[in-house]
């Protein structure tokens, strides 16, 4: 019987986090959803020296407002393979309107964003 309890209860705990973790703005689930409610939903990206940044490989965004928490230094690759080089110091606010890109950490250390999407 515990083992039946445990498992249940280990379920709905697994059930739940996936759940929280996707979200209209956070589809591969690479990033953690901290705040989503009527007005706004914020995802943390954490991406690791020569990895992913915002998203897995080539992917897509709407328009909304990126906060680095951390310097970085990103390569963004547009959906048309036009490569741009980022430094982006920490504290800095950037609006992007909707686009497809992949954005690889091309710094040493790690990279933290937080990506604003408003709810209209």
């Known amino acids: 019987m ?5 498992l249940f209860f280990f379920l709905i705990v697994f059930a ?3 759940f929280t973790q996707t979200s209209n703005n956070n589809a591969e689930g690479s990033g953690k959803v901290v ?3 009527d007005k706004i ?3 943390e990206y954490v991406g690791k020296p020569q990895g992913n940044v915002c998203g897995m490989g080539e992917h897509h965004h709407e328009a909304h407002l990126t906060v680095a928490l951390t310097d970085a230094t990103v390569l963004l690759t547009s959906a048309e393979s036009e490569q741009q080089t980022a ?12 686009g497809t890109h ?3 950490n091309k710094g040493s250390n790690e990279t933290r964003l937080l990506l604003v999407y ?3």
């Open 16 to 18: 739940s986090t996936a």
């Open 41 to 43: 939903e914020v995802v």
């Open 35 to 37: 705040v989503d409610n």
């Open 2 to 6: 515990k083992t039946s309890v445990f």
């Open 102 to 104: 992949s954005a690889t």
């Open 87 to 98: 430094e982006i110091p920490a504290d800095a606010a950037i609006w992007f309107d909707a």
């Open 118 to 120: 408003l709810k209209e």
